[in-house]
């Protein structure tokens, strides 16, 4: 009786292959794994310290991410668009080596690796890596 239940529904078939495939590139690896991507908001006086060096009243740390003494932060300003700051130490005390603002299509992916590498050097790859995939992939998440 099963084989005929079976048989009146053939999308079960491929309702099963959709969220198996579904579960099973949930699970795949991201460039950012080994990021550590947990928020900076909680650092006394690193909203302050950015707000100093970008010259304006207030920062909200919206993203942030690390690997090794490297950091990339996702500010806003409230002046202007929302940017990552890329730092080569601690961000309150240095000032960042570059910034990146806007948008980037998925297909720009190698190229914004490329721009993390070439404006910001010495920057880990992974987390070159991470920053691009995140702007183009996962800005939404």
């Avoid at 099963?2 to 590139?25: E, F, I, N, Q, V």
């Avoid at 100093?52 to 300003?77: A, P």
């Avoid at 190698?110 to 992974?126: C, E, Q, V, Y």
Wanted: proline share 5%; glycine share 8%.
């Amino acid at each position: 009786m099963s084989d005929r239940k079976a048989m009146h529904r053939p999308w079960a078939g491929t309702l099963a292959w959709l969220l198996l495939s579904a579960c099973l590139s949930s699970a795949q690896a991201s460039p950012c794994d080994g990021v550590d991507r947990a928020a900076a908001a909680g650092e006394p006086g690193l909203a302050g310290a950015i707000a100093k060096q970008l010259n304006v009243r207030k920062v909200d740390l919206l993203e942030s991410f690390r690997d090794g003494r490297w950091r990339i932060l996702y500010v806003d300003t409230h002046v202007a668009d929302e940017a990552f700051l890329f730092y080569a130490g601690d961000p309150a005390s240095g000032r960042y080596v570059t910034l990146w603002s806007g948008g980037a299509a998925p297909n720009e992916e190698g190229s914004i690796d490329a721009w993390a590498k070439a404006n910001a050097p010495g920057i880990p790859d992974r987390l070159a890596a991470c920053f691009a995939w995140h702007v183009t992939r996962d800005r939404d998440r």
